[in-house]
């Protein structure tokens, strides 16, 4: 499972730095690249993991961007009611949310669950 949940979330980071005009990029001075590195910020239950941060700084030097991850909490009825707040209320504050199967079910009849392809 948590295999599983690192390539979904290594996928996501590439999916998001692998799109658009990188041409425009090569004009700009280095200091004002890394200045304006893109931000992204996960919920993840094994973000104290020394693993797991080991894994996130990492991908922030290889990608150039900047990864704030935040704790769930760790029982499982505390971790569904914070998530099902924050998606319920709109936060936009949080990017990336780990979810189990048991989520997943809940989520998806709520709509708040997107594709990772949309379909047309």
């Given amino acids: 499972m948590k295999k599983s949940v690192v390539i979904f979330i290594t996928a996501v980071c590439l999916l998001i730095t692998g799109c658009g005009d990188t041409g425009s990029l090569s004009k700009l001075p280095s200091s004002s690249f890394h200045e304006d590195k893109q931000k992204l910020t996960i919920m993840h239950i094994d973000a104290d993991n020394k693993r797991f941060q080991d894994f996130i700084e990492e991908t922030e030097k290889k990608l150039d961007m900047e990864i704030t991850v935040e704790k769930c909490p760790s029982n499982a009825d505390n971790r569904q009611a914070k998530i099902s707040t924050i998606l319920a209320s709109g936060d936009k504050n949080i990017d990336l949310i780990s979810v189990n199967d ?15 392809k949309k379909t047309l």
Avoid: T
């Avoid at 997943?104 to 709509?111: D, L, N, Q």
């Fill in 102 to 116: 048991e989520m997943i079910s809940e989520f998806k009849h709520k709509g708040y669950l997107e594709p990772l």
